[in-house]
T-cell receptor, first 112, second 113 residues
Framework: KQEVTQIPAALSVPEGENLVLNCSFT??????LQWFRQDPGKGLTSLLL?????REQTSGRLNASLDKSSGRSTLYIAASQPGDSATYLC???????????FGKGTTLSVSS | KAGVTQTPRYLIKTRGQQVTLSCSPI?????VSWYQQTPGQGLQFLFE???????NKGNFPGRFSGRQFSNSRSEMNVSTLELGDSALYLC????????????FGPGTRLTVT
């Protein structure tokens, strides 16, 4: 059974810092991995989608990497801003493609 | 392009009642999935519909059901509500399923008293 773990559960940094969020999964037979952002009480905003054949994806200040063999992904946020404060969730789709399996998220707080 | 919309945004129901939630996907998307989010369990998959057919189902009791219409709009129904059904219910749409990028709606916050 696929399990997704995100470490740390919470992170506080000062504005301007570069930071890395971690995601690990137990079954490397994934179809893709997606990073989301969730603001309190709101829905999920898709940040980056990495297909299983890809190693990384970039969007603006965000860079996500994927190492399927080790069951790991990282989300790198450059020059963090207070507006980046949110919960970041990673989710994998198994090769069966049945559903997104989510981690519990990392809650990021960026102080000005 | 309009995003995924969900109605209503907030609901308060009493134990034993039933509730219907609605989701309109992004235009052109044919797959709609539903997720339940609670503080304890996180995000859990309920079911996925594609072209009016339930294609996948999560591990939830039969009180949870859904359907999809020919215009890809979807509804989910929860019968005989329990206190534990209080949650944020999120709908996601994609072009054709989980191999494609998923786009989520704002959710419906259901409170059962």
């Amino acid at each position: 059974k696929q399990e997704v773990t995100q470490i740390p559960a919470a992170l506080s940094v000062p504005e301007g810092e570069n930071l890395v969020l971690n995601c690990s999964f137990t079954d490397s037979a994934i179809y893709n991995l997606q990073w989301f952002r969730q603001d309190p009480g709101k829905g999920l905003t898709s940040l980056l989608l990495i297909q299983s054949s890809q190693r990384e994806q970039t969007s603006g200040r965000l860079n996500a990497s994927l190492d399927k063999s080790s069951g790991r992904s990282t989300l790198y946020i450059a020059a963090s801003q207070p507006g980046d404060s949110a919960t970041y969730l990673c989710a994998v789709t198994n090769q069966a493609g049945t559903a997104l399996i989510f981690g519990k998220g990392t809650t990021l707080s960026v102080s000005s | 392009k309009a995003g995924v919309t969900q109605t209503p945004r907030y609901l308060i129901k009493t134990r034993g009642q039933q509730v219907t939630l609605s989701c309109s996907p992004i235009s052109g998307h044919r797959s709609v999935s539903w997720y339940q989010q609670t503080p304890g369990q996180g995000l859990q998959f309920l079911f996925e519909y594609f072209s009016e057919t339930q294609r996948n189902k999560g591990n939830f009791p039969g009180r949870f059901s859904g359907r999809q219409f020919s215009n890809s709009r979807s509804e989910m129904n929860v019968s005989t509500l329990e206190l534990g059904d209080s949650a944020l219910y999120l709908c996601a749409s994609s072009y054709s399923g989980n191999s494609y990028e998923q786009y989520f709606g704002p959710g419906t916050r259901l409170t059962v008293t």
